[in-house]
């Protein structure tokens, strides 16, 4: 039985295991290979790694795990259970294996419209993170993706890194009228025609309209929602917010007995860095509440 198994080697899980490593406690990390970031080809905002590649990042995270003897698998979790003194996890290849508790890293999916063009472009034009891509597309012609307030208000922080803003709700806006003059007051267009495609080679280059009309635009930012990657927290039992969130409390504990979840599946605050001292923060939890229960 390990101590704690880790599902997800994102920063979020990685920066859990090098603790729980440092603790010298008996970790497992199980890797599936799929990140929300795969499309990007750099991660801003973490101190000292700031433009770095997402996957460098992992490599390193991987690479430093070796010397506290935390073991590392390329490897989906299939299904977990809870039983008396921890959790049953099942792999994808059928293998089963124990823990005492369970941190789930495991993220989100960010819902990418099917229109031609979104998909191809996302990471290279089409983002989700104003915070994450803002400053690489700044003083260039921004388009916020969205309907009523949360598209609205999109296009609003996008004020931030342009003075040319627009709002694509890619049919009828459902905005409320205040939200309306809002966006007239700070210069913002407002173009509720259907969007037939993005054009753009290596990025995004116009957003081309059902009516033939064309916006030629730098970035889209998306407020098109999420959903879990993983069903193994509402499998287990957990809680969750009226926004799909795992709902967590202090040091990232959920409501199910040595059950924690970190990193985008249970934030609002999706940043790499603050995933990682989320992650932090849930093994100093871990590794006291085994202190407390068995004096190491």
Sequence with gaps: MYEVIIVGGGPAGLSAATTLGRCRRRVLVCDDGNYRNEASGALHGFLSRDGIHPAEL????REQLARYDV??????VASAACIEGGFAITLEDGAKLACRVLLLATGVVDHIPETEGFERLFGAGVFHCP????????EQLLAAYGRGRNGAGLAEELKTWSGNVALCTDGPGNLAAADRARLKTLGIAVHET??????????????????GTLLECRALFLSTGQRQRSDLAATLGCAFTREGAVRTGKMEMTNVQGLFVVGDASRDVQFAIVAAAEGARAALAINRAFVRNNGR
């Design 58 to 61: 992992r490599r390193i995270g």
């Design 71 to 76: 073991e590392y698998r390329e490897a989906h």
């Design 131 to 138: 915070y994450c891509d803002g400053w690489e597309v700044r």
């Design 194 to 211: 259907r969007i037939a495609r993005l054009e753009g080679t290596e990025h995004l280059e116009r957003i081309v309209f059902h009516d």
